[in-house]
């Protein structure tokens, strides 16, 4: 597909320096994004989970085993796999922003962008979502819970921004051009590490501008060409080296 | 008691037997009706997918059973395009297999999507980008292609062909069904195609990505030309089976070698594309990503065996087989052939559906295996019932095979 | 009939578009679809106004300081209080599921009496009458009510203690915590005062056992400090290392690790002193010589032998911290609680040797604020008072309390020894929870008077330990009451004032209100969210370096018949003993901690093989004191010779989402009098593991 470049273009970068896998990113976008609990939430073939935080490690044994945590919320892909791929349009690359969006009422649930997406950042509701009684009185007022049989993902808690233009738009505030603190996603804000920075990585303003350009930052499988907008940082070769596949005779360039 | 509705000169079983069979085939349409009334009231949350596999047994079971149903349109296009006079004998049991085929994988695509109530969308709100669409589209239309197809068939009926209507209108029908064999040709070469290209588009899947032509993958051409090497094929070994059930002649041998020599020709053609494909994702396509062949594979469950009984086993060694005469005029032998081809091709749509979700695209991420349970198995043994009850009453009350007067004439 | 070519054709589109312009199926499908997507049974969504009202939330042990969203006045998502310095935004894993806690299946409806049928509701004056016959019972009989409070931060501690003690009794107890030790073993070292750690400043921070980035001190903190010191992609400003048996996550971005055993965690932080004195550093006390001498014990060599670690590794470290310009050191317990307060004076003491007692970067003292509320005990004396050693006592028949009060804890299930801990509290035969959950021990209560949620009460926060200056906050609730709840300390107040008991006051508020104007901060601004925090420093003059503790503590006293040390590890989202995890923390639980209702034990893959184990074999796991089942992780992240299990799980009250799973490594957990001090140590257990 063709790639257009807009104003805006919502980023996010991850410190894996600095994460701990405590998980108040994903108990934030459980949260926010009004995912009722399951029962058993051991089976995460099965669980709902828009923020993941994944365990990583360098292979080694104790004691040179050095572990990272990853949290993969949705890539918002420059070129996302997932949105051609759609029959029914369920699912778009907004062109302001960049937030690829899933629209719950046109979906038919066919699970083909959930294939179609490598960072396996698309769930399927396989059940009806069920509160403990009176839990719905505390659900967020930015997603509408979602009926069995459709997928759903993260969308960078995209109501917050429809807030924050509002705001802007009340207070005299160029929409395209607002303070960073304005838009945040439920996860970057929980995050009690300050692991997560999000904002729009085409304006200077916003302190995600200087770091996507980091030399540390990398991208999720880079090589398959879907250009996410969440880079992560790490000043740990092996992690940056987990981020994408490598044939051993292009590690030990790397290396060397 | 029916003998009325038997085709013209015709013997078939005693009713009670029928009936008994009928019954039979009932325990596997009713236990799948069970579980789609399970599936439907409860969601997909029953079924053994899971967030790895939103794909599984059914989008595998719907591939191949729409792969083998292609001997319907390329028989026709055979037939009536190409005017291969000598397919007239098999057409219509090509044309009822094809109908059943495509009406049984539409039935499991209903339940396979999760708000079957929304399907209509794929019409109403279509991505023209998507290669689902263009299946939904093609596959839909195409099966509407083959109940017109059919319904001559059945006005064939001796009793109902008495009716002047129905008479003329069976007539009709036949007199255009080479614009329904053209269009059917069309609709369905390009469904088989985009099922290829389903995957094939797959960037972010690197065990099935490919590039292509134009907007077409690799896979696109792939999947038609596999198709057409098995579908014949599958036709044919249905004749066989229904001859073993029924104890009579249906088609003459001749006829099968002709469909074998078809299937063999066509399958040539794609081993010979294929493992070019292969070739050149091992070696150049996946290290430009970082990965290596052997990565692609893991354990048993998806090991490379699968790939090498796709090539050799169900490969080659069929092709071989259907496109030497020698070999494809000894029965046994042919229907080997046959049957090796149908179960190769069913390897590839296997693969492409579930190994290709399975492989862990991010390195620290690891290989999850998929196994179906119940409430998949039950509705693909539905459709298989329900294509054997198909057969059945064809067979019983429709003139299917030409020369079966001909050929049990004592 | 004819029908010729043309007429078929007519007939075949006719039909075909006819059946189009018939509206029937269109609308049918149409109206089908609209009602997929408004099923009636899936829960709406409430639109109306959205306010963010500032709270404490206390389901962490430090508490966190939170800003609440509501929608119509309905709590919807706890976020950190953006400018409050304790969270700077930030949330904790527990906290964040605050708000769906409100209704929490766990949640206490409203006031219960124990029958033989079960739990029946009563009304709160049936409550109320019971519990005042009860306590004028008591009243005036030495030893006959007790009082255990899990809440380490309020002044309901004041009021508790008070009230106990007008009942003229001393057995107001707070639930082990990190902060306790540590206060016991100033007091030990001749402090006075509270201790804080000033991680903000500091350029090499080394934390020896102590969790800092989720179980030791205000974890929130802890860890926006450490982010703001190693801003992404620029070079550090700080250096962290982590000591300790497992490479947790707070050692996971630390700088360097070094394995070291729990129960030589005094050891190692000695073999550091050693090695300080050696490069000349001092410390102006006057048992210094004896310490010095004392040290002879710990060079690098010998510690090596006690704790496995290298001498050239200790020796790099000693350097590192000498040469920095802001170090800092923090001993504690790997897991929150159990640790004796030797590893904490060894760290105090190291702290010394650096020159780092209240400079910038390092360790701080400042004065605790004064009780308000008349008779209640004192923070020092509150460091003194186990409650695990109060049991044990009741045990033995020494105590023979007739009232047992239970405020914001969970002493049936999260002390050490739990079983046995569970069984003395049966021995007591009037139990009284005030717990806002159904939780172990409520369910043992003869009586339940549920206390509102953080979110529906008046609280405050009084300086978290670890934090280093004294702080205080105060909350105001969000949101009434949505179960019948009543806030324990005004039911307290109320119940001093019906048994003629003078606490000076009569609600809650007025003790609040009080405590602002002793601690010295406005009460509109501390209400409202805004921390008071003071700089003041304490004199630390006097100090002794406990060298008799040290030198008997320091030294591991490893059991032959347990091979393994037992490394607990204490998560936030799986919860605290006095929260069972939450359900939106439910998904943040590993598939390699618990599966299905097993929970996982991690060995590496030297102690897995020693001990015949293989991923997922299921294992029994016995101390002296206790057993628990688990299956097995291997994972390398721990050291050979440890094995890392989890606490929380083994939920026997709870709900649905919680009862059942994994069990409860409390059990296993065994008691042993830290030598030279007598408090009551846990984090150096030992367990054998066998396959079941």
Redesign the interface.
């Known amino acids: 597909m063709e790639k257009q470049e807009f104003k805006i273009k919502w980023g996010m970068v991850i410190d894996l320096d600095k994460c701990t896998g405590c998980g108040a990113c994903m108990v934030s976008c459980q949260v926010e994004n009004n995912i009722a609990p399951q029962q058993d939430a051991s089976n995460k073939l099965r669980t709902l989970t828009w923020m993941n935080v994944f365990e990583m490690n360098n292979g080694q044994a104790f004691p040179d085993h050095e572990i990272a945590y990853l949290p993969r919320p949705c890539m918002q892909c420059g070129s996302p796999a997932c949105v051609p791929v759609c029959p029914v349009v369920a699912t778009d690359k907004n062109e302001e922003g960049g937030i690829v969006s899933q629209i719950y009422p046109r979906c038919i649930g066919c699970r083909y962008c959930m294939g179609a997406c490598p960072y396996h950042a698309r769930y399927f509701n396989w059940d009806d979502p069920v509160f403990p009684a009176g839990m719905e009185k505390t659900l967020s007022p930015n997603t509408s819970a979602r009926p069995r049989g459709v997928v759903e993902k993260c969308s960078f808690c995209h109501t917050r921004w429809g807030r924050a233009k509002e705001r802007a738009r009340k207070e005299g505030v160029d929409t395209m051009d607002m303070p960073q603190e304005w838009y945040q996603t439920a996860c970057t804000t929980a995050c009690p590490g300050g692991v997560i920075q999000f904002g729009d990585v085409n304006n200077p303003k916003h302190s995600v501008y200087e770091l996507v350009r980091s030399k540390y930052a990398f991208r999720l499988l880079e090589r398959l060409g879907l250009d996410p907008q969440v880079w992560y940082v790490s000043k740990r070769e092996w992690v940056r080296m987990l981020g994408d596949n490598y044939l051993e005779s292009e590690k030990a360039k790397k290396h060397a | 008691m029916d003998s009325n509705l038997f085709p013209e000169g015709h013997e078939r079983c005693s009713l009670g037997r029928f009936l008994a069979w009928i019954v039979f085939l009932g325990l596997f349409l009713g236990f799948g009706g069970y579980a789609a009334f399970v599936i439907l009231s409860?969601?997909?949350?029953v079924t053994g997918?899971?967030?790895?596999?939103?794909?599984g047994l059914w989008i595998t079971f719907d591939l191949a059973v729409i792969a083998l149903g292609a001997g319907a349109f390329f028989s026709g296009f055979l037939k009536y395009i190409l005017k291969i006079d000598q397919l007239k004998h098999i057409i219509n049991l090509a044309v009822i297999v094809g109908f059943i085929c495509y009406s049984g994988a539409m039935l499991v695509l209903t339940l396979?999507?999760?708000?079957p109530?929304?399907?209509?969308?794929?019409y109403w709100?279509?991505?023209v980008?998507?290669?689902?669409?263009e299946?939904?589209f093609c596959i839909t239309l195409y099966c509407l292609v083959l109940v017109i197809e059919f319904v001559p068939i059945i006005l064939e009926q001796k009793q109902l062909n008495k009716i002047?209507?129905i008479h003329?209108?069976a007539h009709?029908l036949h007199?255009n069904m080479a614009l329904f064999a053209g269009i059917g040709a069309f609709l369905s070469t390009f469904h088989q195609g985009s099922l290829g290209g389903?995957y094939g588009?797959?960037?972010?899947?690197?065990y099935a990505f490919r590039e292509g032509f134009f907007i077409w993958p690799w896979t696109f051409f792939l999947f038609v030309l596999s198709a057409v090497g098995s579908g014949p094929a599958f036709t044919m070994l249905v004749a066989t089976f229904m001859e073993v059930l029924t104890g009579k002649k249906l088609v003459e041998y001749k006829v099968k070698t002709l469909m074998a020599k078809i299937a063999g020709s066509m399958l040539c053609l794609y081993m010979f594309f294929k493992i070019i494909d292969t070739w050149y994702w091992a070696t150049s396509y996946l290290?430009?990503?970082?990965?290596?062949f052997d990565?692609m594979f893991y354990q048993t469950i998806y090991g490379k065996w699968l790939m090498w009984s796709e090539l050799g086993l169900c490969g080659v060694l069929p092709a071989i087989m259907m496109i030497t005469p020698a070999i494809r005029n000894r029965p046994a032998l042919l229907y080997t052939a046959a049957i090796l081809d149908c179960i190769g091709i069913t390897i590839n749509r296997y693969v492409f559906t579930v190994q290709?979700?399975a492989f862990p695209?991010?390195?620290?991420?690891k290989w999850?295996t998929y196994t179906p349970n119940w409430a998949e198995w039950a509705p693909a043994g539905l459709i298989v019932a329900y294509g054997f009850v198909v057969l059945s009453l064809s067979y019983r009350y429709l003139p299917v095979f030409p020369q079966e007067k001909a050929l049990n004439a004592k | 009939m004819g029908l010729d070519r043309r007429a078929f054709v007519q007939l075949a589109v006719g039909g075909v578009v006819g059946t189009l312009f018939t509206p029937i199926p269109w609308k049918l499908a149409d109206d089908a679809a609209i009602w997929s997507q408004n099923w009636p049974w899936i829960a709406k969504v409430t639109k109306g106004e959205i306010a963010f009202k500032n709270a404490i939330s206390k389901f962490c042990p430090s508490g966190c300081a939170v800003s609440v969203r509501t929608v119509e006045g309905a709590p919807t998502l706890v976020q950190g209080s953006k400018d409050n310095p304790l969270s700077q935004g930030g949330v904790c894993p527990a906290c964040a599921a605050g708000a769906q806690l409100l209704y929490s299946p766990a949640r206490v409806k409203g006031p219960m009496k124990k029958t033989q049928a079960g739990f029946e509701p009563i009304t709160w004056d049936e409550a109320l009458t019971t519990l005042s016959a009860k306590l004028s019972a008591v009243k005036g009989k030495d030893g006959k009510v007790a009082m255990v409070s899990g809440d380490q931060t309020g002044t309901t501690s004041e009021v508790f203690s008070a009230f106990v003690a007008a009942l003229g009794s001393q057995d107001f107890y707070l639930m082990p915590s990190e902060g306790q030790v540590a206060g016991k073993a100033w007091s030990i070292m001749g402090g006075t005062g509270k201790v804080g750690f000033d991680l903000k400043n500091a350029d090499f921070v080394l934390l020896v056992g102590a969790d800092a980035f989720e179980s030791w001190g205000p974890m929130v903190r802890n860890k926006k400090t450490f982010g703001s010191k190693r801003p992404v992609g620029q070079p550090n400003q700080a250096t962290y290392v982590y000591a300790g048996p497992v490479r947790n996550r707070t050692a996971a971005v630390c700088d360097q690790y070094v394995p070291v055993p729990a129960d030589s965690l005094t050891a190692f932080a000695l073999g550091l002193a050693a090695q300080l004195v050696q490069a000349g550093k001092s410390i102006d006390t006057a048992d210094f010589a004896d310490f010095k001498a004392m040290l002879g014990n710990f060079s690098a060599d010998k510690v090596e032998k006690l704790s496995g670690v290298k001498a050239a590794v200790l020796a790099d470290l000693a350097k590192k911290l000498a040469s920095a310009k802001a170090p800092l050191v923090i001993a504690g317990s790997p897991f929150g609680q159990g640790e004796g307060a030797a590893t904490f004076i060894a760290g105090a003491a190291v702290n010394l040797l650096l020159g780092q007692v209240n400079k910038p970067g390092g360790m701080k003292v400042f004065a605790d604020f004064a009780p308000v509320v008349k008779g209640a005990a004192t923070a020092k004396k509150l460091t003194e008072a186990s409650f695990a050693d109060y049991l044990s006592k009741v045990e033995k028949g020494k105590a023979s309390p007739e009232v047992l009060l239970v405020y914001e804890a969970n002493p049936a299930y999260g002390l050490p020894q739990a079983e046995a801990m569970s069984k003395v509290m049966e021995k007591i035969p009037f139990v009284v929870s005030f717990s806002t959950f159904l939780d172990e021990t409520a369910q043992k209560a003869q009586l339940i008077l549920p206390n509102p949620h953080p979110l529906e009460r008046l609280d405050d926060l009084a300086t978290p330990y670890g934090y280093s200056r004294a702080a205080y906050l105060v909350s105001l609730p969000v949101i009434k009451p949505v179960a019948d709840a009543k806030p324990t300390p005004d039911l307290i107040l109320g119940l001093a004032a019906k048994l003629g008991l003078d606490l000076g006051f009569s609600t809650y508020q007025d003790v609040l209100k009080a405590k602002t104007e002793a601690v010295g901060a406005s009460w509109g601004d501390v209400s409202k969210g805004k921390l008071f925090a003071s700089d003041v420093t304490k004199d630390v003059s006097g100090l002794n370096l406990a060298t008799a503790v040290l030198a008997k503590a320091a030294i591991p006293n490893r059991d032959p018949a347990y091979p393994l040390a037992l490394a607990p590890l204490a998560q936030l989202n799986v919860g605290t003993s006095a929260l069972a995890t939450a359900p939106q923390a439910l998904v943040t639980i590993r598939d390699t901690e618990l599966l299905g209702n097993d929970m996982f034990v991690q060995v590496c893959a030297e102690t897995a093989k020693a001990n015949g184990l293989s991923q997922g074999a299921k294992v029994k796991l016995t101390s002296s004191q206790g057993e628990c089942v688990a299956r097995v992780n291997v994972s390398e992240t721990v050291m050979p010779g440890t094995v890392a299990a989890p606490l929380g799980f083994g939920r026997t009250a709870w709900d649905k989402f919680t009862r059942g799973k994994g069990d409860n490594l409390s059990k296993v957990l065994a008691l042993s009098p830290e030598p030279g001090t007598n408090v009551s140590v846990w984090s150096d257990t030992r367990v054998k593991i066998a396959k079941i």
């Open positions: 409860q969601g997909l949350v997918l899971d967030n790895y596999f939103g794909f396979d999507i999760g708000q109530i929304r399907a209509w969308f794929g709100h279509p991505n980008h998507s290669m689902l669409t299946v939904i002047p209507f003329h209108l009709n007199v389903m588009v797959l960037f972010g899947r690197p290290p430009s990503v970082g990965l290596t990565q290709t979700i695209a991010l390195p620290f991420d999850v």
